[in-house]
């Protein structure tokens, strides 16, 4: 077998053997097929597709590129979420500890941002002390102990999807379902779970800008999942505009507690409680209450139990931005437009987010938002407030702003986006 014909298969709009498929993955994990040839061959696929056999071929050569965990030795039925990003989605935040509270053990391995995406390892690093990094058997511990944990995963869980995700990012070879959809569940089915509940975000903060895409990724997923055992089911879940009022790192947790203290968001609190009742669903705790469960504090308290194991202080104050920029109302009307993606690029540009891999993200930048669509504003009134520890990045930031809201006048037409579509 070598690198080269693989690619001309795939060039060539032929369908890739499993024998192509599991020799092409090892070798590309084991350094023998290089860079540039797992890139043209990327771009191949991306450009011409992979029918479900090649998808579901190729997510298992990506698992068997390295090791299993196995949850088998805990007492409660796991269940996990994975989004597939966006702008202000803190969810994972409130999610964990709330479903973990209803009885079910919360495996939530999560990813650092890139782009104008934020990662749920970044915000949380915005909490004193707080550690991302566990060992297989921490990770197994804290989970047993609290029910819920929520860490980067550990190298050696789909090392061929580690290095292929990092390929595809700076080869302009993303966006290709076959290759998201083999990527996010092959570290799912690897890490374990007994269940998985996805949110498939669609808009443009979302990497599907439609909902036919959407749909296609969601049930590629699904059927990757539910082949290797795993109960997974699919939201799709509004991303035109940000996730409650924040895109940052410590402005969204400090948002994520007010959920977990029983305010919030309308749309975070939300999705919140819908993506839980999946979990719960999903993991067979069918009589669970989890709305009950943020009333009552004891979301809450798992929270604080899981910061803790993790070495950080839920207490301690959150780091707040050395400058501060208001963006007011030009006109008063109606906010009929927020965009997700300028907001996400935003935020991004004041230090939010990262260009590169190994650069370090602020934790008190971002973006703060004093209206959301359909609210009524008058000129004047603040609309945003802008967050960053270094003002040089003000104006590169407001030109994302600039075109990201539309006001119309008052008492006119708007119809809301539902937070669920389907
Ligand atoms: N998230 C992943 O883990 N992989 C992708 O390919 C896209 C989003």
């Avoid at 994520?256 to 409680?273: K, R, W, Y």
């Amino acid at each position: 077998m070598d690198a080269v014909s693989v690619i001309r298969t795939k060039r060539d709009r032929g369908e890739l053997s499993d024998e192509q498929i599991d020799w092409v993955i090892d070798a590309y994990t084991r350094g023998e097929v290089a860079d540039e040839q797992m890139s043209a061959l990327a771009m191949a696929i991306l450009l011409n597709g992979m029918d479900r056999r090649e998808i579901a071929r190729w997510t298992a050569a990506m698992i068997a590129s390295g090791e299993r965990m196995d949850f088998s030795s805990l007492t409660r039925p796991t269940a996990d979420k994975h989004s597939t990003g966006g702008v202000g989605d803190k969810i994972t935040l409130p999610l964990a500890p709330l479903v973990a509270a209803c009885g079910a053990a919360v495996p939530q391995l999560s990813g650092r941002g890139l782009g104008h995406t934020g990662g749920t390892l970044d915000k949380l690093e915005s909490i004193p002390g707080w550690r991302a990094q566990l060992s297989n058997e921490e990770m197994l511990s804290v989970l047993d102990g609290v029910g819920a944990v929520i860490c980067a995963a550990g190298d050696g869980l789909a090392p061929a999807d580690k290095k292929l995700y990092a390929l595809r990012d700076v080869t302009g070879t993303v966006e290709a379902i076959p290759l998201i959809a083999s990527s996010i569940m092959s570290k799912k089915i690897a890490e374990g779970t007994g269940s998985l509940v996805l949110d498939v975000k669609v808009g443009t903060g979302a990497f599907m800008k439609t909902i036919e895409d959407a749909r296609e990724l969601a049930s590629t997923m699904v059927g990757l999942g539910t082949d290797h055992g795993v109960r997974t089911v699919a939201l799709l879940t509004d991303m035109s505009t940000p996730l409650g009022l924040t895109a940052g790192n410590a402005l969204e947790v400090r948002e994520s507690v007010e959920v977990l203290a029983g305010g919030g968001p309308a749309d975070v609190v939300e999705l919140t409680l819908a993506l839980a009742r999946e979990m719960l669903d999903a993991a067979g705790l069918k009589d669970a209450d989890p709305a009950k469960a943020l009333a009552d504090g004891s979301a809450m308290d798992v929270w604080r139990r899981m910061i803790k194991a993790q070495g950080g202080d839920p207490d301690a104050p959150l780091p707040t931005s050395r400058e501060q920029h208001v963006v007011t109302a030009p006109s008063s009307g109606i906010l009929t437009r927020l965009d997700a993606y300028d907001i996400g690029i935003a935020a991004w540009r004041l230090g939010a987010g990262r260009a590169r891999k190994e650069d370090p993200v602020q934790a008190a930048a971002g973006v703060e938002m004093h209206a959301k669509p359909g609210d009524p504003v008058t000129e004047g009134q603040p609309l945003l407030t802008l967050h960053t520890d270094t003002p040089e990045r003000f104006a590169y930031a407001l030109e994302s702003v600039e075109g990201s809201y539309d006001i119309g006048v008052a008492g006119g037409e708007f119809t809301p986006s539902p937070v669920v579509l389907e």
